[in-house]
């Protein structure tokens, strides 16, 4: 077990939502949470759908605030507020989305995608030298900086997603299914892409998804959630050659089953 102090951490998490009309109970989305993310660490958050995956990262994300437990960053409290107040986080924790075709802003250029965040962090020095960074990082040509979302493959479109999160040079990314809309090649691309970057830059990787084969690949330790708990909290390795808990089980039957 490391000793290290978390880059990014989760203390006991409860997140409740209200029952509607048709169902009238309130659904426990997450039920006494615990995470904790080391510097450079990749860890996996695996889980069935309604797992409470989402629900988990709208919270480490400030997007969200828990009914009760804290979210703590480098040793401060993090909750949902005013962007201003958020900056210092943002800076340090960065967001890839799960399917950039349609979180990309169709209108905007590559450059000035990968320039957004520094612009609405308030990032100090050259942005332009940065995009150029950022692009270099995962291997994109610079001449793609004037093109539209809708001018790129979906692997380059995923890699502006990335860019944009390294440009304002982040510790943490939060990834969400970050290769689940692509072709078969073309992921293997990005997560040689997500492992070089975290192994070279000693970024941290929280990677979102209910597919263990992708976790498996990338990250060395995984969490399990089932039913808003985590059940399972161990190297990935151990967990997919020996799961313990029934949510476990399933995920590693799901992999075994997929066609080769
Ligand atoms: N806004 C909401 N109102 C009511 N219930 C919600 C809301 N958002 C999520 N839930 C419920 O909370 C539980 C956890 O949902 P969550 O979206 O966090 O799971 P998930 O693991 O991300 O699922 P998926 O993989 O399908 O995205 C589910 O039972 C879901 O129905």
């Known amino acids: 077990m490391t000793t290290a102090s978390?880059?990014?951490s989760a203390d006991d998490l409860w997140r409740s939502y209200p029952g509607t009309r048709r169902r009238r109970t309130r659904t426990e989305a997450l039920r006494g949470v615990h995470l904790a993310l080391q510097p450079g660490e990749r860890l996996g958050l695996v889980g069935s759908s309604g797992s409470g995956k989402s629900t988990l990262l709208r919270c480490l994300l400030a997007l969200d605030a828990p009914d009760t437990g804290t979210v703590t960053c480098a040793g401060r409290p993090v909750r949902p507020g005013p962007v201003r107040t958020l900056r210092w986080y943002r800076r340090q924790v960065q967001y890839v989305p799960q399917d950039p075709g349609s979180t990309l802003d169709p209108r905007m250029t590559v450059g000035a995608l990968v320039a957004e965040p520094l612009r609405h962090l308030a990032v100090p020095g050259d942005h332009r030298d940065a995009v150029a960074t950022a692009l270099d990082r995962v291997r994109l040509s610079r001449t793609l900086l004037a093109r539209r979302p809708g001018e790129l493959s979906g692997g380059q479109a995923q890699?502006?997603?990335?860019?944009?999160?390294?440009?304002?040079?982040?510790?943490?990314l939060l990834a969400d299914e970050p290769v689940s809309g692509l072709d078969l090649a073309v992921r293997e691309q990005v997560v040689a892409l997500l492992a070089e970057l975290s192994a070279t830059s000693g970024l941290a990787l929280l990677l979102v998804s209910h597919d263990l084969s992708v976790v498996s690949r990338l990250c060395t330790r995984t969490v399990v959630l089932d039913e808003g708990r985590v059940v399972e909290?161990?190297?990935?390795?151990?967990?997919?050659?020996d799961p313990r808990a029934p949510a476990t089980r399933a995920l590693v039957d799901a992999v075994v089953r997929l066609p080769a």
Do not use: E, F
Request: aromatic share 0%; no cysteine.
């Open 159 to 172: 890699r502006v997603a990335l860019a944009r999160a390294l440009a304002p040079s982040p510790d943490v």
């Open 6 to 8: 978390p880059v990014l």
């Open 233 to 241: 909290d161990r190297p990935t390795a151990a967990l997919v050659t």
